[in-house]
């Protein structure tokens, strides 16, 4: 049977492992901690995921439960389903099927390779038993979950179902998914439809954790606890992978290694600016995303400037202002700050689908009056202490660096990845990762790397609803992906 391995227990690396062993591949898993990679370490974090439907599934025996102000059906192939308000009809052939539903009305019309919704209001859940419907499968154009990515019903349980067919597995994931719905957040100023089920990445993590456990115990999985230090392709066409002392022969590599903070460029440095000596000092951005970290790098009474206006940039504008409540808080950008923008018509996230802010970081934007408005250079309410300034300040306004100190929210760039070697000419040489496209990598000469795959933040592909490059960074997109991934590896068995 044949063998891969993943590298990295992120989200990236559970929906690799889930992929690889619905193709009935063996997995080798490699990773130090097991505890859902960076999700770890970012517990104050709110994340750009909501749960409008709250659904738990078995199997064989499928039970659909719907949180308050939503509802969750599972539906059968050639069925029809129509609920009036306070009502909900449900026509299902599978073994059992329970259906708890509270308020709000739902129609639903399925057929054999399509599914659409309409809701008013709040969003639905859909889990098709026969057929393909988007939710398990990118084939066939669904309502309920686009191949675009964009839908009203973009929640982690679609991202999560894709992984896990048959549904969460009881204990740990169940928990904590019971846990994530219950403790959702409600957004207060966000025109985004989906008003109920916000959540955090502590959340997020507790379930990634409970998934990574149940994956674990699944025969097949092997656990090696650790890095994968190099990677060596071989005459045969497998893989020999180097983890601290030992090696391992696989057929493929899946590589989910993440990604880290973009560093600033030189021209952005505090030395560069036009504020008087001594210049600013630079936080870890990590660090500074971790709220008692955070409490021991600032002083109470310090002026801080934040570069870059995206969902990080954002959330530490939030925390420096809200919870350290320090005197001044600068935000630096180059253009408005843009929220990701609804369409009706879709019945999803069209413009600025990935780029714009959503959830908690999208509604305090909004109540500080940040979205939409060009840097004025200066406080953005009378008597608050909120400032928006335009980047290029800091090397013609010497106020405008007056900081002690300044973190760089520039995005995500990837994590070194393993050494990478091949035999040519019975010659040991480098392989270097110089590209990727759909979870392929491609080498310096612009050739396939043999066997090499790459999915998550590290590895995502573009998108240009903003009407720029934009990485198309999320547990969904990196599940569609992994999926991919699993299915051509399997086809070369």
Known sequence: MRRALVAGAGPAGIASVGHLLQQGLCVTWVDPSFTAGALASYADVPANTKHSCSVLSTHPSCAVLSS?????????????????????????????????????????????????????????AVLSSQHSCAVLSSQHSCAVLSSQHSCAVDTLWDALRNVIPHG??????????????????????????????????????????????????????????????????????????????????????????????????????????????????????????????????????????????????????????????????????????????????????????????????????????????????????AGGRLELYHVDSLHTSADAGNVDAVAFCLGVSPAALPSLFKVVDNEIQTVEVAGHSHGVLYDANGQTISGLYGVGMAFADDEYTSGEAYPEAGFLPFSLRAAEIAREISLKS
């Open 68 to 124: 308050h102000h939503s509802c969750a059906v599972l539906s059968s192939h050639h069925s029809c389903l129509s609920s009036s308000q306070h009502s909900c009809a449900v026509l299902s052939t599978h073994p059992s099927c329970a259906v708890l539903s509270s308020h709000h009305s739902c129609a639903v019309l399925s057929s054999q390779h399509s599914c659409a919704v309409l809701s008013s209001q709040h969003s639905c």
């Open 168 to 381: 969460l597995p009881s204990g740990a994931p169940t928990l904590a998914f019971e846990e994530m719905c219950a403790n959702a957040r409600q957004l207060k100023h966000n025109p985004d439809p989906s008003k109920l089920g916000w959540t955090g990445m502590a959340e997020c993590a507790a379930v990634f954790r409970g998934l990574t456990g149940f994956l674990l115990e699944q025969p097949g999985v092997e656990c090696v606890r650790g890095r994968v230090d190099a990677l060596h392709l071989r005459d045969s066409g497998q893989w020999r992978a180097s983890i601290r002392r030992s090696q391992v022969d696989v057929d493929a590599v899946v590589l989910a290694t993440g990604g880290t903070h973009t560093r600033a460029p030189p021209s952005l440095e505090p030395t560069g600016w036009a504020a008087a000596p001594p210049a600013a000092r630079v936080l870890d951005v990590d660090e500074a995303l971790q709220l008692p970290k955070l409490r021991r790098l600032v002083g109470p009474d310090e002026h801080v400037a934040v570069v870059g206006g995206g969902h990080t940039g954002v959330v530490l504008c939030r925390f420096l202002h809200d919870e350290l409540q320090l005197p001044r808080v600068r935000l630096f950008v180059r253009r408005p700050i843009m929220l990701a923008q609804w369409s009706s018509a879709s019945n999803g996230y069209t413009s600025w689908a990935y780029r714009g802010l959503k959830g908690d970081s999208a509604d305090w934007a909004l109540a500080h009056g940040m979205v939409g408005r060009k840097p004025k250079n200066g406080l953005l309410q």
